[in-house]
């Protein structure tokens, strides 16, 4: 099996240069738009239509994990001949705001596996190379001739992250909003390529557009070009593409028809099934030289051979079948096949199993057989699952695939599989491959438009590149993963193979139990990741955020992960810091202050618990929904500096208690619009800043002097508070990073936490804190506080 490097390769092979604007490239896209004609005596673009999709822009990020990359998703339409993507790019206009590379990646039926990290995959993860590019700040186009129609999906993102954290709001950042448009040029009258029914065309300058149907049970696709004639002497200087062309890969296979023959012919073998197949046919002998041939097409029909369903359906729950039981007329039973694949003077050319899919979630579905765990194996022809991913929403999660088969069934043979789109392997070669060339990617000019280029070929040849996959004795299990599968209709082929005495396979067989599940993330990110589920409109499609270090795309990546030592450690000073809260509450209640004592409690209690839960790995303590006790501890956070400097104000005890109850209201709200804006936190303490000022600059003009009016409280008191939450803010707004988070994060709690303590007023002079003015004959004293006035129970 191929495993999955450090990074998804792909490597731009052309340069962006700037465009204008959309209108002039949209008359550049009609200007130099193919013609669609096989009649080159009419307008060269009589049957070409062109149309332009558009989405939303998006604001580009900082890449750090999959979900920074903007995801758009387009759907092209069927008989497309040009396909142009506009990429238009636009910033901001402030002082931060500079030329960054920008990283855009196109995919066809999924959306792309990218790696700009360059992190390990997880094992036996099967990744194709991504197409991409890169370009500055400017306009930039792409061409694809011959799209495949359907899915295709544009992502992009800046430069990967600083790791720095920054409050959202407080720090001006410069804004890069990234639009891809989608010019299509389409044919609007195709000729249609029927089965042995020859097709005459004539070739001028311009091409000709034909299309085919491939059924279902396709084996064999043969095309032909017959009675190639030019000007009227033997030749057929012509060139046919077959098929579309897709990203990263290629379903396009080219003929080139140069000899003196009149015939010429492209045999394509498992040619992708259920769709129509473009057939372009090019003149290569000059501009005013007619070419004249005939087209046919021929198709060669798989007969399947396959468990009868209505047999599955009249079967008791409490049965089980076996391999060699259960198959009813019109299909053969086991007994009835021979070695050859034949019964009843037919052949077979696959045996097919049908699947069960069960949906169990958003982009998790399970496939299982509909009678039987194992599936059996022989040499005779390949046993074929089908594993339906093409309702547009499957292509936003992983498919897994296990097998396992038993060490003593297989002592001296080997089991072979093939995992592929579109259609099955029907064929399995000495190189047990299946895996076939593609095309790549050059340059069409020197304004870089791309073009994908396939290398011609009349030897047979498939459209796909599949995921191989073998079982023998040594290595009895084998294991898949296929990140984002393209959206389409994937075939599992499996077929017996006896490379050193091929006569021991025609009598063996072997059961080959299988594990197909399509699920949001692998293993669910594991302990230091957590799966989210991302949306763009109504696509939806998982990614994982990693912690503790952990990278990669599952957070398997542990080059750069925290030891399980360092993660407790970083536990412990996350909570325990907040222990330093018991300074401020202590102090709160021996000056009366019981209101702003219970609002310390409450903060280092929730922030306490919020790290705790907040670990990765084996150091995590949850004891609420963690939503709920972060949004507790931002709470807690911010109405105790609320109420610490309008504390520090000395207003009258019911203005006071109405300005807590109304900031603890303001924050609820603010917070619950915008947890992580700065300004919703420092706009209330702004404004209790304000009524503190107010209220001191007002004593002072009542006082005559200073307030407060001693210059111990000010050196010992005040100026130690302000320095110790200044300190903080600057920790808190411009310091802290991903990976000196768990220091910084706990010197904010201890500063915080100093800061309240050193800067809550005194006592009002000639006031007992709590004097007992009664004792009843219960054994209870009622407490009185003259100063406020409140009553208790003790």
Not at 282 to 311: D, E, I, M, Y
Request: with cysteine; net charge positive.
């Amino acid at each position: 099996m191929r495993q999955a490097g450090t990074g998804t390769g792909g490597a731009l092979v052309a340069v962006v240069v700037p465009v204008a604007v959309p209108l002039l490239l949209l008359l550049l896209l009609l200007a130099r738009s193919p013609p669609a004609a096989a009649g080159d005596g009419q307008k060269s673009d009589a049957r070409l239509v062109s149309e332009q999709f558009s989405q939303a822009p998006q604001k580009l990020a900082f890449y750090s994990w999959y979900g920074s990359a903007r995801l758009f998703h387009f759907r092209v339409p069927p008989d497309t001949v040009l396909l142009r993507w506009l990429l238009q790019v636009s910033r901001g206009s402030g002082p931060t705001c500079t030329n960054v590379e920008i990283t855009v990646y196109f995919r066809y039926g999924a959306p792309p596996v990218i790696n700009p990290l360059g992190t390990s995959f997880p094992d036996n993860t099967s990744v194709q190379p991504s197409f991409f590019l890169k370009m500055l700040h400017s306009n930039a186009s792409i061409n694809i001739s011959h799209p495949a129609p359907g899915d295709w999906f544009v992502a992009a993102h800046l430069p990967p992250s600083s790791h720095k954290i920054e409050v959202k709001g407080f720090v001006p950042t410069c804004a890069y909003i990234f639009q891809p448009d989608m010019l299509v040029v389409r044919v609007v009258e195709v000729s249609i390529l029927e089965p042995d029914v020859p097709l005459p065309q004539t070739l001028l300058s311009h091409p000709s557009y034909l299309k085919v149907f491939v059924p279902e049970y396709t084996q064999e696709l043969r095309l032909e070009l017959q009675g190639c004639a030019s000007n009227g002497s033997l030749g057929c200087p012509v060139r046919l593409t077959v098929g579309s062309a897709t990203l990263p890969g290629n379903f396009q296979k080219v003929l080139t028809c140069s000899g003196p023959t009149q015939a010429c012919h492209l045999l394509l073998p498992s040619p992708p099934w259920d769709r129509w197949l473009q057939v372009t046919a090019k003149s290569l002998a000059g501009p005013r030289v007619s070419v004249a041939f005939s087209a046919v097409a021929a198709l060669t029909a798989c007969r399947p051979w396959s468990v009868n369903f209505q047999h599955l359906l009249q079967s008791s729950p409490n049965q089980s079948s076996n391999a060699s039981t259960g198959l009813l007329p019109p299909t053969p039973s086991y007994q009835d096949l021979d070695r050859r694949g034949r019964v009843g003077g037919g052949s077979f050319c696959l045996r097919s199993f049908p699947v069960l899919r069960e949906d169990v979630d958003v982009v998790s579905v399970r496939f299982q057989p509909l009678d039987r765990v194992s599936v059996l194996v022989q040499s005779d022809m390949p046993s074929v699952m089908q594993l339906n991913l093409n309702t547009g929403m499957d292509s936003g999660g992983s498919l897994t695939i296990s097998m396992r088969v038993n060490k003593t069934a297989i002592a001296n043979t080997s089991v072979v599989a093939c995992v592929t789109a579109a259609s099955p392997l029907l064929s399995f070669n000495a190189s047990l491959s299946c895996t076939t060339g593609i095309g790549g990617i050059r340059p069409r000019d020197q304004q870089a438009f791309w073009l994908p280029m396939t290398r011609p070929s009349s030897s047979p040849a498939a459209f796909f590149q599949g995921h191989p996959l073998s079982l023998s004795a040594s290595s009895p299990t084998a294991n898949l993963i296929i990140p984002y599968p393209e959206t389409d209709n994937w075939y599992l082929s499996l077929q017996l193979m006896c490379p050193e005495r091929p006569e021991e396979c025609e009598q063996a067989s072997v059961l080959v139990e299988t594990t197909l599940n399509l699920v949001p993330c692998l293993n669910d990110c594991g302990p230091y990741g957590q799966c989210l589920l991302l949306r763009r409109h109504g696509y939806l499609y998982a990614g994982c955020s990693c912690k503790a270090g952990w990278r990669g795309w599952s957070c398997t990546d542990n080059s750069t992960a925290q030891t399980a030592a360092q993660q407790k450690a970083a536990a412990l000073l996350l909570t325990l810091s907040n222990l330093v809260f018991l300074a401020p509450i202590a102090i709160s209640v021996h000056r009366s202050l019981l209101v702003e004592a219970s609002v310390y409690a409450y903060t280092m209690f929730f922030s306490t618990f919020y790290h705790a839960c907040d670990q990765p790995g084996e150091a995590v303590l949850c004891i609420l929904n963690y939503d709920t006790l972060q949004y507790c501890d931002f709470l807690g956070s911010g109405v105790s500096i609320w109420v610490t400097v309008l504390c520090m104000a000395r207003l009258k005890a019911a203005l006071k208690y109405v300005l807590f109850l109304l900031g603890a209201l303001v924050f609820a709200m603010s917070l619950q619009l915008d947890r992580r804006a700065a300004w919703n936190t420092m706009g209330p303490c702004l404004f209790a800043i304000v009524v503190m000022v107010t209220m001191w600059v007002y004593r002072c003009g009542r006082r005559r002097h200073c307030y407060p009016p001693s210059w111990q409280r000010w050196v010992f008191y005040l100026l130690p508070g302000i320095s110790m939450a200044a300190v903080a803010i600057t920790i808190y707004t411009s310091m802290m990073t991903s990976d000196n988070y768990y220091y910084t994060h706990s010197i904010w709690h201890m500063l915080l936490a100093g800061s309240a303590a050193f800067l809550l007023p005194p006592r009002e002079q000639h006031t007992k804190p709590w004097a007992c003015s009664q004792k009843l004959t219960c054994h209870y004293e009622i407490c009185k506080n003259h100063r406020d006035e409140l009553y208790t129970v003790t």
